[in-house]
């Protein structure tokens, strides 16, 4: 990390470079993920300059550091206050050809859109990634536009939590209004359970980054159904959908991400109405300008929405997109976010599947085992654990907690997630308990 922080440089200055192609990035994700924008902008022969608020949030995120070491430069900053980014990549405009201001992360979509407006360059309505970041603006909008979302309400007191699980009924959901990666959602089955989650989340003003949290909590209906999520590009004023993602989903009271199918096994006739839900939800946020990730559960009444995310899919997501069509999500996302016209034509010739690794007890982990098996598996793709001797290990209770992945591609969606499945089953994490 000393090396990341030894490029932190004023040499911009030094020479005046402004043939030089440049994209911003405001923080990024967590594991592989996090990397993906740079490596996509690295292809499109552009140089990067991250904006952080602290290394340390990657610290245990070894590809983002090697990605970030091979940047222009890293400038520390206050990255959830849109003034001090804007002044920040003011300075670096009058330098560089800087071409474009980007994130993958929640945290920061809204500041990177607030400062490509600023800076007059491509990028989402800021309004409209406002409106996706917080779930109870997200709840409104849509359900005034006609959008099926679930029952919900924020809960200030423990008063309000109660009341409204006793109107949606038992069990319900409890989740913060601007966290991401599943973190502190839970299902709960009685009103201590309610309870506990409520403070979990309204008791702390900050959220996972650091940032001032909005009070309360939101306590929702629980929607039983298969959830998936609809993948799409918004340019030029139309909103391309590149497909359906199923969604497995680990074991409650959380809602960990456990795996991913592309395109989804449901039929024609759901795959149709999921993505109809998520394209009004997008319109319902005013969402004009790049990538969309949204999540919808299918009910007995229908598809309903769950949560619109104005970026792409993380984890492997976009990886499954670009086996099954050969779309390169990350690559035209960045095109677009750098004033190039993006390519979104696109032709579905095989599926692919994730499944992630995850551990199965906490403690240390003292081996991983059964990788060279996995790969062996017919129609794997990739086989990684970022885990290694010595790591803490937890049990998930969020998507943070993910360890590792595989990636299988085959030419039906069923058969690629056999493959997966089975290669998933020949990897064990051994975890020494003792004093954990």
């Known amino acids: 990390m000393d090396e990341v922080r030894g490029k932190v440089r004023d040499t911009m200055h030094s020479q005046r470079e402004g043939e030089a192609k440049v994209l911003a990035i405001v923080e990024t ?73 980007y994130s993958s992360t929640d945290y920061s979509m809204a500041v990177a859109a607030a400062a490509a407006r600023a800076l007059g360059l491509p990028g989402l309505d800021p309004q409209a990634a406002l409106n996706a970041r917080n ?42 209004m601007t966290e991401a990666g599943s973190l502190g959602v839970r299902l709960c089955r009685d009103e201590a359970a309610l309870l506990a989650a409520f403070h979990a989340i309204a008791d702390v003003p900050t959220d996972f980054r650091g940032q001032p949290r909005e009070p309360g909590a939101l306590v929702e209906e629980y929607l039983v159904g298969p959830e998936v999520s609809v993948e799409s590009l918004t340019w030029g004023g ?34 149709e109405e999921c993505a109809a839900v998520a394209v009004a939800a997008l319109d319902a946020l005013g969402h004009d300008f790049g990538a969309a990730h949204v999540e919808v559960r299918l009910t007995a009444d229908g598809p309903r929405l769950i949560e619109v995310n104005a970026r792409m899919g993380g984890a492997q997501i976009t990886r499954l997109v670009r086996e099954s069509t050969g779309l390169d999500m990350p690559r035209e996302i960045i095109r677009m976010h750098t004033g190039d016209t993006p390519e979104l034509s ?20 003292e081996a991983v085992h ?13 086989v990684a654990v970022d885990a290694a001797p010595g790591d803490e290990a937890r049990v998930p209770t969020d998507n943070v907690d993910v360890v590792g992945h595989v990636v299988t591609r085959a030419a039906t969606s069923g058969e690629a997630v056999r493959m997966a499945d089975a290669a998933l089953g020949q990897i064990a994490l051994q975890i020494g308990t003792s004093g954990a």
Do not use: N
């Open 346 to 365: 696109f032709r579905t010739t095989a599926a692919a599947v994730s499944r992630y690794v995850t551990a199965p007890a906490a403690g240390r982990v």
């Open 370 to 382: 059964g990788l060279d098996l996995a790969r062996r598996v017919p129609g794997v793709l990739d």
């Open 238 to 271: 139309r909103t391309v959908v590149l497909g359906v993602t199923d969604k497995v989903l680990g074991p409650h009271p959380y809602f960990v991400e456990l795996g991913e199918t592309f395109p989804s096994l449901l039929p024609p006739a759901l795959v």
């Open 135 to 176: 779930k109870r603006r997200t709840r409104e909008l849509c359900a005034k536009a006609g959008v099926p979302v679930p029952r919900w309400s924020v809960a200030l007191t423990e008063r309000e939590a109660v009341a409204a699980a006793r109107e949606f009924g038992l069990p319900c959901v409890v989740k913060p």
């Open 29 to 101: 994700g967590l594991h592989r993920f996090g990397a993906v924008a740079f490596h996509a902008a690295r292809e499109l022969g552009l140089e990067t300059v991250f904006l952080t608020r602290d290394m340390e949030l990657y610290a245990h995120a070894p590809a983002v550091l090697d990605a970030v070491r091979d940047a222009r430069a890293t400038v520390f900053t206050d990255t959830s206050a849109p003034d001090r980014v804007i002044a920040e990549l003011r300075r670096l405009q009058a330098s560089v050809g800087l071409r474009g201001v």
